[in-house]
């Protein structure tokens, strides 16, 4: 049974840092690349970021772009994204996801989701 599990959200304040993690089972993670996602109350599901299968290759969101790191850990079947400098509009559950396209989360596809965590940042 495939599982990504978010981990990691909570309350900050604007300026602050948070690293979330997305641990990954049921499913061979090096087959796939995975992405964030986050959706906040009454706004559409935004693609954040994406890392390739090994790692290699990464692409972000001119929204998140100097501010949010995506990183994986093959050996751990796991992946996280670094926020930085957060924000009050950066408030939203976040998702990752798995697909093995690269390019499926520009159109906010994906094989598999997870729950999401919840980012709350505060001004």
């Known amino acids: 049974q495939v599982h990504l599990t978010e981990s990691g959200g909570g309350l900050v304040q604007a300026g602050d840092s948070l690293r979330l993690s997305c641990a990954a089972s049921g499913f061979t993670f090096t087959n796939y690349a995975i992405g964030w996602f986050r959706q906040a109350p009454g706004k559409e599901r935004e693609w954040l970021a994406a890392i390739s299968y090994r790692g290699g290759n990464t692409d972000y969101a001119s929204s998140v772009k100097g501010r949010f790191i995506i990183s994986r850990d093959n050996a751990k079947n796991t992946a996280q994204l670094q926020m930085s400098s957060l924000k009050p509009e950066d408030t939203a559950l976040y998702y990752c996801?798995?697909?093995?396209?690269?390019?499926?989360?520009?159109?906010?596809?994906?094989?598999?989701w997870g729950q999401g965590t919840q980012v709350t940042v505060s001004s």
């Open positions: 996801a798995a697909d093995p396209s690269f390019g499926a989360f520009y159109n906010l596809r994906a094989d598999y």
